[in-house]
């Protein structure tokens, strides 16, 4: 696998290969790809509104995409508390054709793990299937000395790649006055020719 090629001293992934594999095939049905994460433990979370731990959980994968980009001047806090409200609404969005919306959890020892599952037709032609994860120490041992590391990127093919960003979660929990599990995310991106 191409995680194996990054520093060794940046950070340790485990136990998500097999995880990354699954969101990078080509499935024409957002459940195929349910299914083969299904098979690396992860269970579609019920549909309704999501617990609290969940949200907690997914929102880091979005909080880590406007923190290592472009915050608008946002601070911490607020940016955490607008994604709360964006992941509390994924649970109730709808499917459509063109997009469609899964959110899986998984226990690892005593720790439990989220993802977020997007399958989009932007045209008819193409599809893109994008995984967000939210990873406990068991998956993914980050080293980062600020609240989010760089995010470092793998393309596994012209067509594949994933994002890795580790987090300071003692730091970030001091920030925001709650707890943080999360030890980084984890984000796949495919796309491909949609079948006929």
Wanted: net charge negative; charged share 15%; proline share 7%.
């Amino acid at each position: 696998m191409a995680a194996t090629t990054l520093s060794a001293s940046a950070l340790t992934l485990t136990e998500m290969s097999a995880s990354i594999d699954a969101c990078h095939l080509p499935n024409a049905n957002v459940d195929d790809t349910v299914n083969a994460l299904a098979q690396q433990g992860w269970v579609q979370a019920p549909e309704g509104d999501l617990s609290p731990e969940i949200i907690e959980l997914l929102i880091w994968p979005q909080v880590a995409f406007y923190a290592t980009g472009d915050t608008g001047g946002e601070q911490t806090r607020a940016i955490v508390d607008l994604q709360r409200k964006t992941v509390a609404g994924f649970a109730k969005k709808k499917d459509i054709p063109q997009s469609k919306t899964r959110i899986l959890t998984r226990q690892i020892g005593a720790d439990t793990e989220a993802a977020l599952v997007f399958w989009l037709q932007p045209d008819p032609a193409q599809t893109n299937i994008i995984c967000r994860f939210a990873l406990s120490p068991h998956s993914l041992i980050g080293h980062t000395a600020s609240d989010f590391a760089a995010p470092q990127v793998v393309e596994t093919s012209p067509s594949q790649r994933f994002a890795i960003t580790p987090m300071n979660a003692a730091s970030l929990a001091a920030k925001i006055g709650a707890p943080v599990t999360v030890s980084g995310t984890l984000e796949t991106q495919t796309s491909f020719p949609s079948q006929e």
